[in-house]
Nanobody
Framework: VQLQASGGGLVQAGGSLRLSCAASGSIFSINGMDWYRQAPDNQRELVATITSAHSTNYTDSVKGRFTISRDNAMNTAYLQMNALKPEDTAVYYC??????????????WGQGTQVTVSS
């Protein structure tokens, strides 16, 4: 079982990007899915979370600009990022807690995708 993140890139301030995080392998169910980010010389911070019931939560700095969503049938989470700012520049990581097909409880991280916002 693994997570694959994609969708990062270079964008001008005010622009938009959509990140995807796909879980693959033998999966029974996925609980929470999250997006974290880590800028150079900073600690990794939690950006957004979504539960299996689609309840969401955001860090204050992205409220009103970022939207997390998920497609349970596709085992995929998304992060729509609008009105991007240079301070959003970071490596973005997806994270999930899930039950595998063999009923092992796993906590997984994706490989990270770079988001760079130019001023």
């Amino acid at each position: 079982v693994q997570l694959q993140a994609s969708g990062g890139g270079l964008v001008q301030a005010g622009g938009s990007l959509r990140l995807s995080c796909a879980a693959s392998g033998s999966i029974f169910s996925i609980n929470g899915m999250d997006w974290y980010r880590q800028a150079p010389d900073n600690q990794r911070e939690l950006v957004a979370t979504i539960t299996s019931a689609h309840s969401t939560n955001y860090t204050d700095s992205v409220k009103g600009r970022f939207t997390i969503s998920r497609d349970n049938a596709m085992n995929t989470a998304y992060l729509q990022m609008n009105a991007l700012k240079p301070e959003d520049t970071a490596v973005y990581y997806c994270h999930a807690k899930l039950w595998s097909g063999s009923l092992k409880y796993l906590e997984l991280w994706g490989q990270g995708t770079q988001v760079t916002v130019s001023s």
